[in-house]
């Protein structure tokens, strides 16, 4: 966590008037450890098992999240990065269904797809096409991951989610958006 982003939250919340949102400074286990009170988790670019692990939060507490997933590659290596291991197993795929469907033996594939998740070529200054036949299909494989999680939170929190992107395509590689609520509430 980088002090600037959070002193940049703090102000952005404070100059649009939101007296009800707190930036927490700090891990995803140490913000589960806080205990503190938690009603919408806003993530933007949670970087490989960061992602699963704000999502595991998020239903613990049953909370509304809005999430944006990145270095999707990064859940098929074994390094945490001290990014929530404490709060999330390292399992993938998360969902019974992908499990059932892919079988032991589908486990490589998706493995594949995990990977190819960040294979989009990115150029000078961080530029890239949205229409190139690269972009399309790491995005259809991001999708796949997010799906994955979606029917997690489905299957294991009774959540209900949709898949969304942030508009255009082109102002970020990563721009798949899981929408995650409780079905009850």
Same mark, same amino acid.
Request: aromatic share 6%.
């Given at each position: 966590?980088?002090?600037? %982003?959070?002193a940049f939250a703090r102000e952005r919340a404070a100059?649009?008037?939101?007296?009800?949102?707190?930036?927490?400074?700090?891990?995803?286990?140490?913000?589960?450890?806080?205990?503190?009170?938690? $009603?919408?988790?806003? $993530?933007?670019?949670?970087?490989?098992?960061?992602?699963?692990?704000?999502?595991?939060?998020?239903?613990?507490?049953?909370?509304?999240?809005?999430?944006?997933?990145?270095?999707?590659?990064?859940?098929?290596?074994?390094?945490?990065?001290?990014?929530?291991?404490? %709060?999330?197993?390292?399992?993938?795929?998360?969902?019974?269904?992908?499990? %059932?469907?892919?079988?032991?033996?589908?486990?490589?594939?998706?493995?594949?797809?995990?990977?190819?998740?960040?294979?989009?070529?990115?150029?000078?200054? $961080?530029?890239?096409?949205?229409?190139?036949?690269g972009f399309t299909k790491a995005r259809q494989c991001?999708?796949?991951?997010?799906?994955?999680?979606?029917?997690?939170?489905?299957?294991?929190?009774?959540?209900?989610?949709?898949?969304?992107?942030?508009?255009?395509?082109?102002?970020?590689?990563?721009?798949?958006?899981?929408l995650l609520w409780p079905s009850d509430g």
């Open positions: 966590v980088k002090a600037h %982003t959070c100059a649009a008037g939101l007296g009800n949102v707190t930036v927490f400074e700090g891990s995803v286990d140490e913000f589960a450890a806080s205990g503190a009170a938690l $009603g919408l988790v806003l $993530g933007l670019h949670l970087c490989g098992l960061l992602s699963d692990a704000v999502l595991e939060l998020a239903a613990a507490r049953r909370a509304r999240a809005c999430l944006v997933p990145c270095c999707y590659g990064q859940l098929a290596g074994s390094e945490d990065h001290k990014r929530g291991v404490g %709060t999330t197993p390292r399992m993938h795929p998360r969902s019974r269904a992908y499990r %059932t469907a892919l079988g032991p033996e589908g486990v490589d594939a998706f493995w594949a797809v995990v990977k190819s998740a960040d294979s989009v070529a990115v150029g000078k200054g $961080g530029a890239f096409d949205a229409s190139a036949p991001m999708r796949c991951v997010d799906t994955d999680r979606l029917l997690w939170a489905y299957e294991c929190h009774g959540y209900q989610g949709t898949l969304a992107s942030l508009e255009p395509l082109a102002c970020s590689p990563k721009n798949s958006v899981l």
